[in-house]
């Protein structure tokens, strides 16, 4: 039994290294110089260099589309969750008919392939003078957070116990007064998580970002290290550098919040 | 309750519609309204590059030239492809990993943590690290396989049509297999474990308890998951535009890239808005029919 769980966990940890390998592999190469990038570069790396990093936040003002992605995927996290929150307690908590409907609604529009709506937002947006505008990019970013933090917060909130709301209905508060002092403090953090994924969610996010900012100095995150390459030669180093940047706030919040995650984004699909 | 039931009832539905209206106006407003937007766009001939043309009404031109669209077939077929052999192979690991994941009880909440990580990497990123470990000039995969002979000296996965697949598919399943394990590791815990037990018990050995107990109980968890996965997978465009760029030619092009291209580079918005509904509609109907066949278990879960 024990040389059993013995060699299950030897698998798990192997398929683990096979997993992280990659994000290894890019925070490596980002430290590795350029002559040594290619041809026999060891697993462990010899020699580490900043040149990439100088280069990228000197030559490249690679701090402008983080400022960028930060501005956007702030602004739009502050607009979706409050909104989300109101939608969310009486989808989790009251009686309200058809609910299961409005969650099929919802669950659809987070569903929506994003390019289907890429042709009539560049035109209106341009209609608008929009286009290469903070808010031009936070309006279609509230397509897919809305629904998807409705949908995380249903289900964070439904895990909530019922029986303190209940007896302060009892002594008569409204339904908005046990919200707001009941409801709204348990409920926080189930909000920062909500918050922290939205922001997430719209930090990576590439189609309408790649659609709508077409000037570079309005890129974000993703479109920039994207059309990194298309150049004669790709500078992978710079590259891996700029991957990396982009990728160091979702490990942080992985590695902070892992527990809430797993259940807000287990939550919806399998509570039966 | 101090307050007729009735009463408390009717205030209780006008302040949830209260609460709920202005998230469901945003979400028409931002993402109903464009879809209906799209449909009309399709309808039309629009194009930026000649502008004198206007946008004459052009009823379903749009629909029949892509019908004619050899690329356009293409780009159904690479999706279709693309999403059935990759959902395939996730769910199949999937389940193995949550199986491993369940079988080991100590250190599992580090371990959740690790496995979210690749789902958390952007998409570009992932699509970026993929392609150099392929790249053909000292990427690590493709010089690995080299040496190992299983590919010629020469080769260049990006320069053949079907070979240049390979990092797309397996950049995706490395990106959402965790997630998928993480869906079922949350349906295997939820299977209750006296039936494993019983069945030990009476001397089922462990493949016998895996494929007549675990794996039955873990089928409609494995159909959520490939549900989503599908609906996810039908709309590929990172991975692709990243990783590929839809090359060698159209080969590794999926639908939405192809729309994309039409729009934004070509300009040419009635003929894409048609490219970019059809996404739409391939998703729709593959969601109507798994809801079919679901019943409407996906949303109908209330709480206990």
Sequence with gaps: MTGRTAAMRAAQLALLGVLLF??????????????????????????????????LVGERD???????????????????????????????????????LLLA????????????????????????RLLDTYPGLVLPYLTFSTPL??????????????????????????RLRVLRTVVLPLAAPALGATAILTFLYCWNEFLFALSFMLGPEHHTVPVAVALFRGRYQVPWGQVMAAAALATAPAVLIVLALQRRIVAGLTAGATKG | MNRPAGRLDRTDARVAWLLMAPAFLVMIVVAIVPIGMTAWE??????????????????????VEAAQDARFRGAVVHTLG???????????????????????????????????LPWAVPTVVAALVWRFLFESQGGLVSTTLRDAGVVAASFDWFVHPWAAWVPIVV???????????????????????????????????????????????LAPAVVVAAAFRM??????????????????GTATEPLSLYAFATVMQRLRFGYGAALSISVFLLTFAFALVWVRALGRSLVEKEPA
């Excluded at chain 1, 939608?87 to 299961?100: E, I």
């Excluded at chain 2, 994941?101 to 959740?112: A, Q």
């Design chain 2, 231 to 248: 609906l996810d997978a039908l709309r590929i465009f990172d991975l692709a535009y990243v990783l590929t760029g839809g090359g060698p």
């Design chain 1, 62 to 100: 690679f701090l402008i589309p983080i400022r960028n992605s930060l501005l956007v995927a702030g602004a739009t996290t502050l607009l979706a969750v409050p909104v989300a929150a109101l939608c969310a307690y009486p989808l989790a908590r009251l009686r309200v008919r058809g609910k299961s």
């Design chain 1, 105 to 128: 609604f919802i669950l659809a529009v987070s569903m929506f392939p994003q390019i289907s709506i890429v042709p009539p937002l560049y035109l209106v947006l341009r209609e608008l």
């Design chain 2, 171 to 217: 950049a995706d399943i490395w990106k959402t297999t965790p997630f998928v394990a993480l869906l079922l590791l949350a349906g295997l815990q939820a299977i209750d474990p006296s039936l494993d037990e019983a069945a030990r018990v009476d001397g089922a050995g462990a493949a016998r308890r895996l494929f007549t107990i675990t794996l039955p109980l």
């Design chain 1, 22 to 55: 990659p994000i290894y592999w890019i925070a490596t190469a980002a430290l590795t110089p350029e002559a040594q990038l290619f041809g026999a570069r060891p697993l462990v790396p010899t020699a580490l260099s900043l040149e990439h990093y100088r280069a």
């Design chain 2, 82 to 116: 693309f999403a059935i052999v990759s959902v395939a192979f996730e769910l199949v690991l999937g389940v193995a990993f949550a199986l491993l994941m369940h079988s080991v009880t100590r250190g599992r909440g580090p371990i959740r943590a690790m496995v979210l």
């Design chain 1, 149 to 174: 933090a409705v949908w995380m917060l249903t289900a964070f909130l439904r895990q909530l116990p019922r029986d303190i709301e209940e007896a302060a209905m009892l002594d008569g508060a409204s």
């Design chain 2, 42 to 63: 399709a309808l039309h001939v629009h194009d930026l590059r000649l502008p004198w043309l206007g946008r004459p009404f052009s009823g379903l031109d749009n629909f």
